[in-house]
């Protein structure tokens, strides 16, 4: 259990410090105001929820759980533009190792149309985080952490607040955003101080999607995450809807996985699966990954308003 622990150290971050470790969604379309805020209310008002068994079987690997809620206020509000105003509220909780991870984000989003189907969206969100740290789960390479071994056999509860600022432009077709976490650098934080300072991370996320006929539906996602303490990270997807029913796809995060997807379009819901393998020159543990992804409307069901409309990212 401990070469676990270790592994996964070692392998998503840079150092023992736990404040700099990265999380991974294979299925980041479908998520997309969790990383970006001005994106927040793009689909409307909706549910979301997503749990990902990462390295499924070996004792301590990752499990992640992600719920999320978005209102479009022009679905409260009669006679508002629809979209104008949104807001938005994700809980992601991380367990992996000795720490578990709790992050909550309120955000806000609004948009200035530019023409008929074009808008400019501006959003923040504020990010409360809290970590927990199991002394007695540490492995010894966190042991010998200066910051760390104090609360060798012991517990430790850090909480920190901060700040993510974003914008997109969007169109029922494509969207192309940019956003910034951890403006004020973790600054604002109580509790035991066991990580450094949280360094800030650039997110660009980017997707294009369009009907090519009545059955027939394309849609290809990229995201690229940037900050001085890890390797960039880019990843991209690409699926394929028939009949508005069913997706297909296939996605890559460059130099450590790769993923398959499937999802089914319901009128009340979609749901999606990803299973995803790690690459042998990424010295990744060796065993697949399991995602799964729920997406509920809350006001309209998952149905075309015309031939052109696609109902997935």
Do not use: C
Request: aromatic fraction near 12%; avoid cysteine; hydrophobic fraction near 40%.
């Amino acid at each position: 259990m401990k070469l676990i622990y270790l592994l996964f150290i070692l392998v998503t971050s840079s150092s023992a410090v736990f404040g700099q470790s990265r999380k991974y969604i294979a299925q980041f379309s479908h998520m997309q105001s969790y990383f970006n805020p001005a994106l927040t209310g793009y689909e409307g008002s909706s549910f979301r929820g997503l749990v990902r068994n990462q390295w499924a079987g070996f004792e301590g690997a990752p499990m992640t759980y992600f719920g999320s809620l978005e209102v479009d206020i022009a679905d409260f509000a009669k006679g508002s533009d629809a979209d104008k105003n949104a807001l938005g509220i994700n809980i992601l909780h991380d367990e992996f190792g000795a720490f578990v991870e709790t992050e909550l984000i309120a955000s806000y989003a609004s948009r200035i149309m530019i023409d008929e189907k074009t808008a400019v969206r501006l959003g923040v969100g504020v990010n409360y985080n809290r970590i927990q740290l199991d002394g007695n789960n540490l492995t010894t390479e966190q042991s010998n952490d200066p910051k760390i071994n104090q609360y060798l056999n012991g517990f430790a509860n850090m909480q920190v607040l901060d700040f993510n600022i974003g914008m997109a432009l969007t169109h029922p077709n494509y969207y192309i955003s940019y956003t910034v976490h951890n403006v004020n650098q973790g600054a604002i934080s109580s509790g035991d101080t066991f990580s450094d300072r949280k360094p800030r991370i650039g997110i660009v996320q980017a997707g294009y999607r369009n009907a090519m006929s009545d059955d027939l539906a394309l849609a290809t996602n990229f995201m690229f995450r940037s900050q001085a303490d890890l390797p960039d990270n880019i990843e991209f997807n690409f699926k394929i809807l028939m009949m508005n029913k069913i997706w297909l796809g296939a996605g890559h995060r460059v130099q450590y996985a790769n993923n398959f997807q499937l999802g089914i379009v319901l009128p009340i819901m979609r749901i999606g699966y990803v299973y995803e393998l790690p690459m042998a020159k990424s010295y990744l543990l060796p065993n697949s990954t399991h995602e799964f992804l729920t997406v509920i409307p809350l006001f309209k069901k998952n149905s075309r308003s015309d031939k052109k409309e696609v109902l997935i990212w």
